[in-house]
């Protein structure tokens, strides 16, 4: 079975500083995994993709995220928050395969704050 | 290229009732996957359609019914609605394989259950 854990509801920061958003997964084979955001009453933007080629992943907006098996962790960063970074992220995995046909499985959410 | 289109963007519906949802993906696209949001339980996987073909179902009540039109446009048809329903009702569509291609999401629909 799959399954993804964002390891903190909220995070806060002030802008200019960075930013790291936490997810664990995990999963019998090899996953596919994206981190999306969500800004207020809008839907889901791709930030960027892991899968299986290179472990750190470059996205928008300056994000990038490092895939490491041996912890089982995709975390997220940027180097210097902007206050439009301000939304809701969700860490997702998938896996190819019958019965896993366009299923995302998400975390619970991370609320990004950036402080003035 | 536009993106996913959902349509109504807000519903109110009173317990009872039933509800249909529409989504049209990005030009080219010919699997829809729906999902339900909600502050208790997240975002959940509904169903996902290719070619018009259910291919995939998750955990959700024979309530929650779809299908997908040879022009690969998608509904989605709530039965008997219960309070519980109200939430936000994400689609998104991919190419064909979309469980590792990436997911495109429409903006929602938000349902609302009086």
């Known amino acids: 079975a799959q399954s993804v854990t964002q390891l903190d509801s909220h995070v806060s920061v002030s802008e200019g500083t960075p930013v790291l958003l936490r997810c664990n997964y995990s999963?019998?084979?090899?996953?596919?995994l994206f981190w999306y955001v969500q800004h207020p009453n809008k839907g889901l933007q791709l930030l960027l993709k892991y899968t299986s080629a290179a472990t750190l992943v470059k996205g928008i907006n300056g994000f990038e995220a490092e895939f490491k098996k041996s912890e089982t962790s995709f975390h997220l960063t940027k180097p210097s928050a902007h206050m439009s970074d301000a939304a809701e992220y969700f860490c997702?995995?998938?896996?190819?395969?019958?019965?896993?046909?366009?299923?995302?499985?998400f975390g619970q959410g991370t609320t990004l704050q950036v402080k003035p | 290229k536009a993106g996913v289109t959902q349509t109504p963007r807000y519903l109110i519906k009173t317990r009872g009732q039933q509800v249909t949802l529409s989504c049209s993906p990005i030009s080219g696209h010919r699997s829809v996957s729906w999902y339900q949001q909600t502050p208790g339980q997240g975002l959940q996987f509904l169903f996902e359609?290719?070619?018009?073909?259910?291919?995939n179902k998750g955990n959700f009540p024979g309530r929650f019914s779809g299908r997908q039109f040879s022009n690969s446009r998608s509904e989605m048809n709530v039965s008997t609605l219960e309070l519980g329903d109200s939430a936000l009702y994400l689609c998104?569509?991919?190419?064909?394989?979309?469980?590792?291609?990436?997911?495109?999401f429409g903006p929602g629909t938000r349902l609302t259950v009086l």
């Open positions: 359609y290719f070619s018009e073909t259910q291919r």
């Open positions: 997702v995995v998938s896996r190819a395969g019958s019965g896993n046909t366009g299923k995302l499985i």
């Open positions: 998104a569509s991919s190419s064909a394989d979309a469980s590792t291609d990436t997911q495109y």
């Open positions: 999963s019998s084979y090899s996953p596919s």
